[in-house]
């Protein structure tokens, strides 16, 4: 099983399987952790990494992982909402170090990291990339294989049956996107990804965080058969993330002053298995349990 870029927006996961109903492999799907802020649930983020760990998963994590607000330039940044491990000259230092102190029992099960709005930011503002130097600090001292994308692009998994060049292959192709927008208190992102799906027409899941909401959608669409000659369906899966931040039960603050709704935690699985029905490898989502 390797995991490599193909290029600066693609990436390729190379996966052996078994045609049996025993065989899986598992993709922790999470976003939006805000791993320093104090409303973060460090705790169900900890019980899901462990859940990776023993089921022997990836897990991906699509921006944002950092609040990092509390940077000296930072307009948004308030004193209140530091935790005190943090209060420090170095800050981003600080930050970077303890995430992945933090993160270190599972650098082997991290795979993937991409910025989101906040790290992109600080990188602007600040001139600081956390998110590579959080890459850097968990393949170096921690001995993790962690790659980074970029704000959005593709992972294109790629399944080969076990015994030889003659075995089955498939592919799933998924575009990911930390997201963007504010995402409807009515519609919660869906006219979103109904708009990715015109311009994302190759993919077969389309993930995205962002905006703190957590569904996934069914897209359907026709598509001609290889020999052209048969209309078939297809379908595109839009799967949004939800945070591991909860705003609302503070009773105070951004969110509270905006008058939104209160939002899901967690994250999901995309567990891949044989299906005996079709003889093929499929897949399916699962929420992951808060």
């Known amino acids: 099983m390797t995991f490599e870029r193909a290029n600066s927006v693609v990436f390729k996961h190379d996966i052996s399987y078994k045609r049996n ?12 952790h805000h791993w320093d802020s104090k409303k973060c649930d460090r705790d169900l983020m900890d019980y899901h990494m462990k859940q990776a760990q023993d089921r022997n ?10 609040d990092c607000m509390g940077g000296k330039y930072d307009p948004r940044r308030s004193k209140g909402e530091l935790r005190d491990e943090l209060k420090v000259p170095n800050y981003f230092d600080a ?28 990188l602007k503002n ?12 968990l393949n170096t001292l921690y001995d ?5 994308g970029k704000y959005a692009g593709y992972v294109v998994f790629k399944f080969k049956e076990n015994g030889g060049n003659k075995g089955r292959r498939y592919r799933v192709t998924m575009n990911y996107t930390h997201g963007y927008g504010g995402g ?19 993919a077969d899941i389309v993930v995205c ?14 598509k001609l058969s290889p020999n052209l000659y048969t209309p078939i369906l297809s379908t595109q899966y839009a799967v949004q993330l939800p945070s591991y931040k909860e705003d609302f039960c503070v009773g105070e603050g951004w969110h509270r002053e905006r008058g939104m709704p209160p939002k899901p935690t967690g994250a999901w699985w995309l567990r891949f298995f044989h299906s005996a029905r079709d003889e ?3 897949f399916e989502f699962i929420r992951a349990e808060v």
């Open 21 to 32: 109903k025993d065989w899986e492999h598992w993709v922790l799907l999470s976003s939006d």
């Open 57 to 66: 998963a990836d897990v991906f994590i699509l921006g944002d992982f950092f």
């Open 95 to 122: 930050l970077v170090e303890q995430a992945a102190e933090w993160l270190s029992p599972y650098a082997k099960q991290i795979r993937f990291i991409s910025p989101g709005n906040h790290e992109t930011a600080v």
């Open 126 to 137: 600040q001139e600081i990339d956390l998110t590579q130097r959080l890459s850097q600090l």
């Open 144 to 148: 993790g294989e962690t790659l980074v």
């Open 184 to 202: 409807g208190p009515v519609t919660k992102g869906t006219i979103q990804a109904q708009r990715r799906a015109v311009y994302t027409p190759d």
């Open 209 to 222: 965080g962002h905006i703190h909401e957590s569904w996934v959608l069914e897209i359907m669409r026709e």
């Open 280 to 282: 093929k490898v499929k």
